[in-house]
């Protein structure tokens, strides 16, 4: 009955409320509401603090602010000036998102503002804060742990403090919707176990090729996670391009093998591939990291100071704002932290501003904006997020109706936490969009991708990118001839570097990208500059600043090939082409061009005049003196190159210190070429702004060669010389292997050609007598790729037997190649002479037999006669012993050479000894 009461004067106190708040808009006044930590949704929201007799005084949640403004609308239009719904400081956890439907909105003369009071901090925080950490006891719990670690590494229990949902780490490259729980502390985002703690591992092989399920390994570190029950993958594990993550399924420790659980990494697995494994408590081993056991729901962490000291907090809520068809809504001065999911969603709708906010330590996404128009990110620090920052798409590419769409003055660092690639700062797409004065850096793969039409990208500072990755562009396009109006201009680009055999670039129009025009960029110490198609593109009043080289043309030819939609690049770029009503406005008015381009890709005719790639007007100095590397150029007059300033001093006002603007007398005036504004570049004091002042450094620690240099090879297996015992009896010769007839040792084949162990190795055993040389060989395979049957080298399952007399310069190099459908041949590829490599193959006697389908085997006799060579004073013979493995894709050998099998300068011996065993 106490509670009745309540509520029944609560409801009172509400409808005076409503009448006091309807009399405001009566006088058409501005509207404020607040909202603070220790407010109460049944009061007025009206003031800013409680009142002395706790009866009134700010409300306590969004929804609530969200409510009244409802139901103020209901009662009447808003009032001019609109409603500010002002959040009092303090920490506001959220463990739901604030929906905002098409009637929150405001308008153009009336808004609706959510904003910070004042200069105090206002955090909307997914997280909760954790305690009640103590050592770790448990013996079975310290003998995992590094020994490093067992005195550090304190625990708690996340079901005591209520927390029972831990989420699902992803796989590949999304972790849709959310991603799973993680752990922050002082508001920075501490690590999950991992291994290596910083960098990579490489891959030693594929034992059942790219798409094999599987990867070995060189090291013996995974012999400590063989009892891990969660343990993960991520990496560039088959292109250096590519990034995902794989859920480790088992691990064989005598091969070296980790098989991974469907649906594996994205591109499958290579030999020199790399990764890290994480989310294992075995290598808790450093301060920051931590581990989650997701049975008992004990966590596990190493603090990085006294634990009391800072906030220990946990991300639990899913995210912030979903604003679905919302207008002239502004957020302003907010902190979005620690949710597992976006942060900010905002779909169709117009003026929606999210304005001075700084969002960190988010699972997934930042924002997504999503169809609407004129949406505004503005002022916003972007930072330690899992993925991207941003993706941003709008208008109608068919009628190239602009979104007007602004990212503006923003700070991104320290993205791509759990993804590594192809989650940018920005990812533009749609039409007629504008990314102005941000700062992006710190940042393992791309800073922005794009797609679409008109989008205006300018006066933005990028360095310390692509770090990790390579063949990649800070700025990215590509595969669509279709990007007409896309503006790149006014950037400052430096400081991106080559760590891997592929080339990092500024700016890349990727696979014929086309339509892009690229004017007074400044890119400065970069690997490779642009790299682009020879149509339709324009690099225009640029200055290259130590490019390596500073522009990397792509192609080249006087007419497009026969049209064939099924081959080559077309059914990729060939659609979306053929969909545009290029013959039609606003297409045929705005853009030309593209009708004759097109015609011109479908007839296999000339390259239309207009539609050549044209580089003019640029400064490049210093760098490689070919500037323009060519590519695939069958017809270097494809490109329109004329009047750039090479080679010769543009006269900087002071490049020592970075100061690139031209001096009068600059010789690259004399061209035509324009002053770039370079003080427009970048970010800029604003109120607005989150933060400022921003202070910002080149990395140091990252690669900074432009030209990739790779790491020492390992020292090449010393293989002792292969003692042959006289045979007591010659074998059967018909394929199979009998148990009395081979029965000295074998010799493992497990070498792949750089001389790194494999893991489907064959076996061999050798033999002579008198007459000649016996050679028998098992080779298993998969069992689940066919084999090839076919009798061609390399294309098909075979075995291989490369022969010289040792110590004799000029001798012939003999090669016998046998096939497991039971054929051999005699190679001349060692460059033997035609009458040696017949006489090799007389008298030779090889055959075959496929066991089954994962096995098999074959035997050779090869006359010391047809080799030239004399058992009784030729004991020492130059050799090689090699398979080829088609359902493997492999090639094993006895010695790896680090290149053909038959350079046995590289390969090892063979001795004939008389003991017969």
């Not at 013996?220 to 993550?245: F, K, L, M, T």
């Not at 480790?248 to 290579?270: L, S, V």
Request: proline fraction near 7%.
């Amino acid at each position: 009955m106490e509670r009745i009461g309540i509520l029944r004067s609560s409801h009172v106190f509400l409808g005076t409320a409503l009448v006091a708040l309807t009399a405001c808009f009566a006088a058409a006044e501005p509207l404020t509401l607040y909202v603070a930590p220790n407010g109460c949704d049944v009061w007025s929201g009206v003031k800013a603090d409680p009142a002395q007799d706790k009866k009134d005084g700010p409300f306590a949640t969004l929804e609530r602010a969200r409510d009244e403004i409802r139901r103020l609308k209901q009662a009447g239009a808003l009032p001019a000036g609109g409603v500010t719904v002002t959040l009092r400081g303090g920490n506001y956890f959220r463990g739901q998102v604030l929906v905002l439907e098409e009637q929150d909105s405001g308008t153009a003369e009336a808004p609706i503002v959510y904003t910070a009071n004042g200069k105090e901090e206002v955090k909307l925080n997914g997280c909760k804060a954790i305690g009640g950490f103590e050592k770790v006891t448990d013996p079975a719990v310290l003998e995992r742990l590094p020994a490093e670690a067992r005195g550090n590494v304190l625990q708690t229990s996340l079901p005591r403090q209520g927390i029972t949902d831990f989420g699902v780490i992803g796989v590949r490259t999304r972790q849709t919707p959310f991603a799973a729980l993680d752990l922050f502390f002082g508001s920075k985002p501490m690590t999950l176990a991992r291994w290596p703690n910083e960098g990579f591992a490489r891959l030693a092989g594929a034992p059942k090729g790219e798409k094999g399920g599987m990867f070995a390994y060189f090291d013996d570190r995974p012999q400590r996670w063989v009892n891990e029950p969660d343990a993960r993958g991520n990496g560039y594990w088959d292109h250096d391009w590519h990034a995902s993550n794989a859920a480790f399924d088992t691990i064989d420790t005598e091969k070296r093998i980790i098989a991974t659980k469907p649906p594996h990494a994205d591109y499958g697995y290579r030999k020199g591939g790399r990764y890290f494994a994480y989310n294992l408590l075995s290598e808790l081993d450093q301060p920051g990291e931590w581990h989650l056991d997701r049975i008992t729901g004990l966590l596990y962490f190493w603090p990085p100071s006294e634990i009391g000291k800072s906030l220990t907090e946990v991300s639990l809520g899913p995210g912030f704002l979903a604003l679905n068809q919302v207008s002239f809504v502004t957020f302003r001065k907010l902190i979005f932290q620690g949710c597992r999911g976006e942060a900010i969603t905002i779909r169709d709708g117009s003026h929606v501003q999210v304005v001075g906010c700084t969002l960190r330590n988010l699972g997934t996404r930042a924002i997504t904006i999503s169809g609407g128009t004129d949406h505004r990110v503005a002022g916003c620090d972007l930072y330690d997020i899992n993925e991207g920052a941003i993706s941003c798409s709008g208008g109608d590419r068919k009628t190239l109706t602009p979104a007007n769409h602004v990212i503006e003055n923003c700070l991104f660092t320290r993205l791509a936490r759990w993804q590594r690639a192809y989650v940018p700062a920005v990812n533009l797409t749609g039409v007629g969009c504008r990314v102005a004065n941000n700062l992006m850096y710190d940042m393992p793969h791309t800073v922005l991708l794009f797609s679409g039409n008109d989008h205006v990208i300018e006066y933005n500072e990028v360095h310390s990118m692509g770090f990790e990755g390579g063949e990649m562009g800070a700025f990215y396009c590509g595969r669509n001839w279709t990007l007409s109006g896309n503006m790149l201009r006014y950037n400052y680009l430096h400081d991106i570097y080559n760590p891997c055999p592929q080339r990092n670039r500024a700016f890349m129009l990727d696979d014929g990208a086309a339509g892009i025009t690229m004017f007074g960029n400044l890119i400065v110490r970069v690997a490779e500059g642009i790299s682009l198609s020879s149509i339709n593109n324009a690099i225009e009043n640029n200055v290259f600043v130590d490019c390596h080289p500073a522009v990397g043309c792509w192609g080249g030819d006087a007419a497009f090939p026969p049209f064939d939609p099924k081959a080559g690049h077309n059914p990729t770029m060939w659609p979306t082409i053929e969909e545009l009503a290029l013959d039609q406005p606003p297409w045929s008015q705005k853009f030309p061009e593209m009708l004759p381009l097109r015609e011109a890709i479908r007839t296999g005719g000339p390259v239309p005049p207009q539609c050549r790639t044209r580089i003019t007007r640029n400064i490049i100095w210093q760098g490689d003196a070919e500037w323009a590397g060519f590519h695939m150029t069958k017809d270097k007059s494809a490109w329109v190159i004329t009047d750039n300033l090479a080679g010769e001093d543009p006269l900087f006002v002071d490049a020592a210190k970075g100061d690139y603007r031209l001096k009068p007398e600059s010789p690259a005036l004399k061209l035509g070429f324009q002053p770039i504004p370079v003080d427009k570049i970048g970010l800029y004091q604003s109120e607005e702004r989150a933060s400022w002042p921003v202070k910002h450094e080149v990395r140091q620690d990252m690669c900074r060669n432009y030209t990739y240099v790779p790491p020492p090879a390992p020292p090449r297996p010393t293989v002792p010389p292969l003692r042959i015992p006289r045979l007591a009896a010659a074998p059967t010769l018909d394929g199979t292997l009998g148990d009395q007839e081979w029965t000295n040792a074998a010799v493992a084949l497990e070498q792949d050609p750089g001389g790194d162990v494999i893991f489907s190795p064959s076996r061999a055993w050798l033999g002579w007598d008198d007459q000649a040389l016996y050679v028998a060989l098992s080779n298993p395979v998969n069992g689940i790729n066919p084999m090839a049957l076919d009798g061609a080298w390399g294309k098909s399952e075979a075995v291989e037997v490369a022969l010289r007399k040792a110590d004799t310069k000029g001798a012939p190099i003999l090669v016998l190649r046998g096939f497991a459908r039971g054929t051999f041949e005699s190679s001349a590829e060692a460059g033997t002479s035609a009458d040696a490599v017949r006489k090799a193959a007389e008298g030779v006697t090889f055959a075959a037999k496929p066991v089954n389908a994962a096995l098999w085997t074959c035997e050779w006799r090869i006359p010391f006669a047809s080799l030239g060579l004399n058992p009784k004073t030729d004991r020492s013979l130059s050799a090689n012993l090699t398979v080829r493995k088609i359902a493997d894709n492999l090639w094993v050998m006895w010695v790896g050479t680090g290149g053909c099998s038959w350079e046995l300068d590289k390969a090892g011996r063979f001795e004939l000894i008389d003991a017969a065993k």
